[in-house]
């Protein structure tokens, strides 16, 4: 798909207005801005807002989002796409003032979100509506670790390793899962810690969400117990209070974010003294060349441009001690690099 490229720019001090003039135009076709396209459409409202936060291009995709030359970015909801895309392909469009100021108030709502974080959200969004069995290498599971769960929720599952069996939940702990997806790893973490335990979900992936707890409720059911709980979140800002966790599992997610380093600094903060982690992950063997480190689409399907050095410093780094590999396995070969699955586990 072609991207829409959205320009919001200022006259020449001989002609400029109290507002930026606009331009709308395909990514492979010269901007033509005339008075004529700027009169049939009223966004006076909507460059404003664009003035007032800096922003000077935005990208549509797909599903509608504005990205500015800092690579902030707005999530669009159906309307205000419909609304942005209209304005972008020079449409003749009626807009009410209630249906502007809609428009602004979802693009100000969903700032603040990266073009890698956009890409990883659009793709397990799309993951949870419909199954891909190609999608990342996730690990089988014990047929009685997993007998309580619905079929249609392991044929959602993504990862790279087995955290779980490493972290070994007991009785009675409170587990965080990181990118909690399906819930698989939850539901399974929830028949180990039984009914006086707690398991933590967090996702960032709207559908994701929706579909794990739809599958909660059956799994509550078949255990007889209801302790797994969902949050939507970013794992760089765990929406959860100090040293609340026994346990912090993560599968294949950590390498799908640009600072690493923080989101080991959230883990420690949420894990109780003396609490461990578990965390099967991707890594590459050397630094990442062609342009890895750069195309999000090819990141957010796990292709993490961190090499295990640099992965195993972030994790010191955050304060970890007792840091060690439990697993190292050759995964896949992409634009010459070569990546790893590996399983680590470190304490607070």
Known sequence: MTPRILKVYEQSETHRDSTPSFCGCKATESCKATEKEKEQIDIEEFQLMTQAQGWKFGVIRDNGIFIDEKNRMAVLNESATKILKSIIDGQKINLEEKSIKEFVSEIKDRIGISLLELDVKNLYDDAAREPQADLCCPQEYLHEDTAHIPPEALANRYGCGSPLGIAVPRAGEVAVDLGSGSGVDCFVAAKKVGPTGRIIGIDFSDEMLKISRQYGKK???????????????????????????????????????????????????????????????????????NGLKEDTELRAKCFGYNTLENYMNSIETAGFKGVTIKKLSYWKKEKENDFYSVTLKGYK
């Open 219 to 289: 799994v509550a059911e078949n255990l007889g117990y209801d302790i797994v709980e969902f949050h939507r979140g970013k794992i760089y800002g765990i929406p959860l209070p100090n040293e609340i966790a026994d346990i912090v599992v993560s599968n294949c997610v950590i390498n799908l974010c640009d600072d690493i380093i923080q989101v080991f600094k959230e883990v420690y903060r949420v894990l109780k003294i003396g609490g461990r982690f578990a965390i099967s992950d991707i890594v590459s063997e050397r630094e990442t060349v």
